[in-house]
């Protein structure tokens, strides 16, 4: 192996192994994933328009064939990685401070920051129960294979999954406040000029995913959607 391949290699085990290295794969992966929500979510917006337009749009997802599996694959991998890197800097943050503060301050910390410790696993496991319920059909008692907006109606009529759907959705918006505002700060995108721009945008992208993602089960159990 040559000398250059081997920098190569050392270099990326230390970026790994870096705070900052971590901090920067959270933040790309994190890029990725609140791309994919925003998508999923503009797509899933089209229920709004009727049963034949949204079963035609998840049909053209299904026939992406190859591709939608290089998207599933490269998703999951993000998803891996970004909690594998949020384990790992958690547990750094408390091996530097063994002792917890007497005190809490609460003075630089917003709600959406202090947490985020359990709003991700609470998101990753909506993430697995959704997947069970509207993909699998394993989670839904009244599954009917290729008929996404049937499933999508019938999930929704159970007011404990519906409430379960908003709750976790608007945990998902505080994530991605707090989520959108760090990546910013790690990719080095900070200057005091445009520090509250970016605050701004972090929270206006939280907001508009919670309303679009809780306006959907909130339409069925109102009787705004039907079958
Ligand atoms: C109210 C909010 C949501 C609704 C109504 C919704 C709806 C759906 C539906 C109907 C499907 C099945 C599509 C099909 O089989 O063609 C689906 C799949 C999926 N959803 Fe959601 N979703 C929501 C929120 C989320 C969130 C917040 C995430 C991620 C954190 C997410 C991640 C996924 C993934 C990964 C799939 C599987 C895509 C695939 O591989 O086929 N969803 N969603």
Same mark, same amino acid.
């Given at each position: 192996m040559s000398t250059i391949a081997v920098g190569g290699i050392n270099r990326t085990a230390l970026f790994y192994q870096s705070v900052i290295g971590k901090k920067v794969i959270m933040a790309v992966t994190g890029f990725i994933l609140s791309g994919f929500v925003l998508g999923h979510m503009i797509g899933n917006l089209q229920v709004f328009a009727g049963p034949e337009k949204f079963n035609a749009y998840a049909a053209f997802l299904q026939g992406l064939g190859p591709m939608l599996w290089v998207a599933r694959i490269a998703l999951l991998a993000a998803v891996g990685l970004h909690i594998a890197m949020a384990v790992q800097l958690t547990l750094l943050k408390l091996d530097a401070r063994p002792q917890a503060y007497v005190k809490k301050s609460?003075?630089?910390? /917003?709600y959406a920051a202090r947490t985020m410790i359990w709003s991700g696993p609470i998101v990753a496991a909506f993430l697995i129960y959704h997947l069970l319920h509207? /993909?699998?059909? +394993?989670? +839904?008692?009244?599954f009917k294979p290729g008929d996404v907006y049937a499933n999508f109606i019938t999930g929704f009529k159970n007011p404990a999954v519906a409430l379960f759907y908003m709750v976790a959705n608007i945990l998902l918006a505080f994530h991605l406040y707090h989520g959108v505002w760090s990546m910013f700060q790690s990719l080095g995108v900070s200057h005091p000029r445009y520090t509250p721009i970016l605050k701004r945008l972090a929270q206006l992208y939280g907001i508009v995913i919670g309303l679009g993602n809780v306006a959907m089960p909130m339409a069925v159990l109102t009787g705004i959607l039907t079958l």
């Open positions: 609460a003075l630089v910390s /917003t509207l /993909t699998t059909g +394993h989670a +839904h008692p009244d």
